[in-house]
Structure formats: C-alpha cells, structure tokens
C-alpha cells in the first residue's frame, strides 16, 4: 500500500506562484513514476507533469515551461512548483503513483486561480 498526502494549494492571482508537495509512505520502490493530474468542474481528469524514479520528467503541452516537478527521494516527496497561473489552471491537483501496474491516488489539494 502506499498513501499520498497532497499539501499547497490555495487562492491564488493570475500571474502568481504555488507549489504543491505530495508526501508518500508506505511500499515505496523503484521503479516508479509520480505525477501530478489535475481536474477541474466538469472535466476529465488529465496529467499535468510527471517523474520517474530516475528523474526523467514529463510535461502536458499545457504546462510547458510554467510548471516544474521534482522531487527528494530522501523524503519520499513530489513537488510541483506552478508558475505564471492562469483562471484555467483552476483545478484540484492530484498527486498519483504508479508501480508494475498499480497506481495510488492522494485525495487533491484544490488550486484556484482568481483576481
């Protein structure tokens, strides 16, 4: 079992910063990937970033060069730093793990962006 714990969202204006942090514990090993899914009222639920355990790193065109994820394997903690938001990154955040064909997910930490 491995259990995720999503934290940092939050209000924020056009234009500002987040960063989300995703604590997991549990059956953690490699390898694996993590990632970051969003969905906002209404809509599918799409992944926004991801990273192997190696640290290969994977972007949706929709966050291309405004979202960053790492992540501290001594700490077992995903991040995702959200720069330049818009209104359309409104959406709850979910923090996802994937192992040899099981897959985890936080409960979601809501991210609204508003003036």
């Known amino acids: 079992q491995v259990q995720l714990v999503e934290s940092g969202g939050g209000l924020v204006q056009p234009g500002g910063s987040l960063r989300l942090s995703c604590a997991a514990s549990g059956s953690i090993f490699s390898p694996y990937i993590m990632g970051w899914y969003r969905q906002a009222p209404g809509k599918q639920r799409d992944m926004a970033a991801s990273?192997?355990?190696?640290?290969?790193?994977n972007y949706a065109d929709f966050v291309k060069g405004r979202f960053t994820i790492s992540r501290d394997n001594a700490k077992n903690t995903v991040y995702l730093q959200m720069n330049s938001l818009k209104p359309e990154d409104t959406a709850v955040y979910f923090c996802?793990?994937?192992?040899?064909?099981?897959?985890?997910w936080g409960k979601g930490t809501l991210v609204t962006v508003s003036s």
């Open positions: 996802h793990y994937w192992r040899a064909g099981m897959d985890y």
């Open positions: 990273i192997t355990s190696v640290g290969n790193t």
